[in-house]
């Protein structure tokens, strides 16, 4: 499975602002974009878009910034995954042809296994500073 750079930006920053979260405390877009390496104008297009998914919120002025709209706990990869790369799982086909319906039972199970992995992987687990690396499916 190939990821975008988008859904790695995306589970980058907001690891990053998982590992930051204190209080109502904002982080400055221009020390995400610094400390996960990502282009500025691109991290405002991709923080806004995780702003209107309802996975971030924003502070307007001087002293504004970004933080997490909801517990790190409680944002899984299934909910980063619904607003970044929607397309990814979503589950399209069609019953044509004498093996179309196995194909899609097959399908529609696969996609269920999948999204019960997504959603139990969360933004409090990438943020975890002394990861291990290993990930049981």
Known sequence: ????????????VLAQLARRKKGNAVTRIEELARLEAIPQNYL????????????????????????????AEDITLKNVLS???????????????????????LWRELSKRFDKSLA????????????SGDWEI
């Open 44 to 71: 405002v297009q991709l923080l806004n878009e995780l702003r209107e998914g309802g996975l971030v919120d924003s502070k307007r002025g001087k002293t504004g910034g970004y933080r997490l709209a909801r517990n």
């Open 120 to 131: 139990g992987f969360t933004v409090a687990q990438l943020a975890q500073s002394e990861a």
């Open 83 to 105: 607003v970044v790369e929607p397309d990814l799982i979503e589950t399209k086909i069609t019953l044509k042809g004498n093996s179309g319906p196995q194909v899609a039972n």
């Open 1 to 12: 499975m190939k990821a975008s750079l988008k859904l790695e930006y995306s589970l980058r």
